[in-house]
């Protein structure tokens, strides 16, 4: 008995003397498993036996060491120590457990001024509604900081989606893939769907591009939208305040093709018009033109009408048939305008009727707007050949003011003024004209009448919700009502601008002043500890 206690005696004493040695090679081992398991997977099988050395090194380190390990843990400066190791082992657990957490319960908050990574409601619905996969190769010179512009746009595209999927290609890398892609010049993104092809440069690189190249690839049939033309109507070639080319261009971001009609040229509607649009017409419409546009309605057509204040100019016996009436005046809003301009009805979200066009509306606004109204009777109504929705209402402090001086502030005139709150838009629905026969077809008729053209016009169309109002309108008329909802606004380009001195400061501050923060707070500590 006294020689094996002797023997574990001398053999601690042993361990004692060589455990930094065994600590070593338990480090050793323990490092040696880790790198074989993460860059070398053929090895595998060794790793078991690594970790079983590191084990047992370290319990040889252990027992050598066992007195040093108790006078460190329990002495004073031991127990000091021990509390703060127990701290840090604390505070990691609790940071491990919280993103734990956080990684099952994922969830990503945008908070940029302008909700840079924030996908618009309509591309999350056309996102959430993909039958068929969708690729997207980005073609990028090595470094290209544009690249990571469109990294970060399409991973929110394939986090919303599982079948979307991005890739990027360096054409110098890889010149044969370019080749197959035809790629003509760097800043260059390939969507693909099946056998369809997209593609969109550096211009598109937006959400609105990378939405409308998706509609595209997907097989979306591209119907076609005619702009009536020939009387003064707002030009959708016009890229000046009062045109129509943002209009345009959002109608071809929805996938439509846009076109031109003059009735003065070709005598009829042509027959493979989706939505026909008369916008804010300024001469009157010649008897030989109104013809063509009555029968189009008849046959079942659909079109969006936009009259400004007191400028029908031969529209109003068209609408009528329809149970639609222009006002004639300028509507007032004392309680529900754009600032400093009272004859700028604005339209809050309370302000509108819930129908499809309007569910997902920001508010609207409408300068020098007149009213729309329904001038179906209560026996017309129960008919239910025509159905009319107002979509926008004004304030019930409004009027319709009909004698308007330039200069003067309005003033309801009771007798002469008409009294609101008044419709600023209606939708119909018709399955015959008043007093017509029913739609060929078994068709419906539809119908979106704006008494304002301007709000659509470049100067105001990305304001607030008016590009949506017009463009849902349309998406109504086509009945793709799967695309009604909120778009994309245009990307803003926003710069800090600082002097030299500012900039220096925000330079040194980042690199120096945390550590010596952290320094000062360290010595501070230290000190009153001595």
């Not at 908050?109 to 619905?125: E, H, I, W, Y």
């Not at 986090?159 to 760097?186: C, G, L, M, V, W």
């Amino acid at each position: 008995m006294e020689r094996l206690l002797s023997f574990l005696k001398g053999f601690g004493t042993m361990l004692g003397t060589f455990s930094i040695v065994t600590a070593l090679l338990a480090v050793l081992a323990f490092l040696a498993a880790a790198f074989i398991y993460v860059l070398l997977p053929e090895l595998r099988s060794s790793v078991w036996t690594l970790l079983a050395l590191g084990g047992l090194f370290l319990l040889l380190f252990l027992i050598g060491a066992f007195n040093q390990i108790k006078v460190a843990l329990l002495g004073r400066r031991g127990r000091y120590s021990t509390n703060t190791t127990v701290m840090i082992v604390a505070f990691a657990l609790i940071a491990v457990l919280v993103n734990f957490v956080g990684y099952r319960n994922h969830k990503r908050f945008d908070v940029t001024a302008a909700g840079q990574f924030t996908l618009s409601r309509q591309t999350l619905k056309i996102l959430e509604d993909l039958k068929q996969p969708v690729n997207a190769t980005g073609f990028f010179a090595l470094g290209d900081v544009v690249q990571d512009v469109a990294d970060d746009l399409l991973g929110e595209y394939a986090f919303h989606s599982n079948k979307f999927t991005y890739d990027f290609i360096d054409p110098d890398a890889q010149p044969a893939i370019a080749r197959q892609y035809e790629i003509k010049e760097y800043e260059t993104i390939i969507f693909e769907s099946g056998e369809r092809r997209q593609q969109v440069t550096v211009d598109g690189i937006t959400e609105q591009g990378f939405t409308a190249a998706i509609l595209k690839v997907t097989g979306t049939v591209q119907q076609k939208v005619y702009f009536l033309s020939g009387h003064g109507e707002r030009d959708i070639a016009n890229f000046a305040g009062d045109g129509y080319s943002y209009v345009k261009a959002g109608l071809e971001g929805d996938n439509y093709q846009v076109e031109v009609l003059n009735l003065a040229v070709t005598p009829e509607v042509p027959s493979d018009c989706t939505v026909l649009v008369i916008a804010g017409p300024q001469k009157p419409l010649l008897e030989q033109e109104m013809a063509p546009i009555a029968q189009y309605l008849e046959r079942g057509g659909t079109a969006i009408i936009l009259v400004d204040t007191t400028q029908a100019l031969g529209l109003d016996g068209i609408l009528a048939k329809w149970g639609v009436a222009l006002g004639k005046g300028s509507i007032v809003d004392e309680s529900s305008f754009v600032n400093p301009d009272i004859g700028t009805p604005l339209v809050p979200r309370t302000q509108y009727y819930y129908t499809t066009i309007t569910q997902y509306l920001d508010a609207t606004f409408f300068p020098e707007a007149t009213s729309v109204s329904s001038i179906l009777t209560e026996k017309q109504e129960e008919a239910g050949t025509i159905t009319i929705f107002p979509l926008a209402e004004t304030s019930q402090n409004s009027w319709l003011e009909t004698e308007l001086t330039p200069g003067q502030t309005p003033q309801f005139d009771d007798g002469k003024d008409v009294k609101g709150p008044l419709y600023l838009a209606v939708m119909a629905e018709a399955s015959a004209p008043l007093g017509g026969t029913p739609v060929e077809g078994g068709k419906s008729t539809r119908l979106v009448v704006f008494g304002d053209s301007d709000f659509a016009s470049d100067r105001y169309f990305y304001s607030l919700g008016n590009s949506d109002m017009f463009l849902n309108s349309v998406n109504w008329l086509a009945e793709t009502e799967e695309l009604i909802s909120i778009r994309p606004k245009p990307s803003q380009y926003r710069m800090l601008v600082v002097s030299q001195r500012v900039w220096r400061w925000i330079y040194l501050s980042s690199i120096g002043l945390l550590p010596l923060a952290v320094a000062v707070l360290g010595g501070i500590s230290w000190w009153r500890r001595r």
